[in-house]
């Protein structure tokens, strides 16, 4: 069973950037796919962006695509997401999520594992 501990949310203003850590234990990470979602108050979890197994293939939403930056380092089990050009509608809870598996997945019902959170506040 894998664990995953996020880090790196705090308050920052708008324009600004700030760089989430996931930190991943328990089970071979370089197996895993792994991906960020975030959760604003009284919305449903959102997909920000995956990372396939070998880092070589990425996926982003729409609303964060050009600003934020997937990446990861199997060989310290963390996989990374910097966020760059903050907007105050990207204040939210920010997850790390991993899967079995090959393939990326932007939903959330294809991911088991999740951390705990770290909340992200951006203000304007």
């Known amino acids: 069973q894998v664990q995953l501990v996020e880090s790196g949310g705090g308050l920052v203003q708008a324009g600004g950037s700030l760089r989430l850590s996931c930190a991943a234990s328990g089970r071979a990470f370089s197996m895993l796919v792994t991906g960020w979602f975030r959760q604003a108050p009284g919305k449903e979890r959102e997909f920000v962006a995956t990372?396939?197994?070998?880092?070589?293939?990425?996926y982003y939403a729409d609303s964060v695509k050009g600003r934020f930056t997937i990446s990861r380092d199997n060989a310290k089990n963390t996989v990374y997401l910097q966020m760059n050009s903050l907007k105050p509608e990207d204040t939210a809870v920010y997850y790390c999520a991993a899967r079995s598996g090959t393939s990326a997945s932007t939903a959330a019902s294809g991911y088991g594992t999740w951390g705990q959170g770290t909340q992200v506040t951006v203000s304007s």
């Open positions: 990372i396939t197994r070998s880092g070589g293939i990425t």
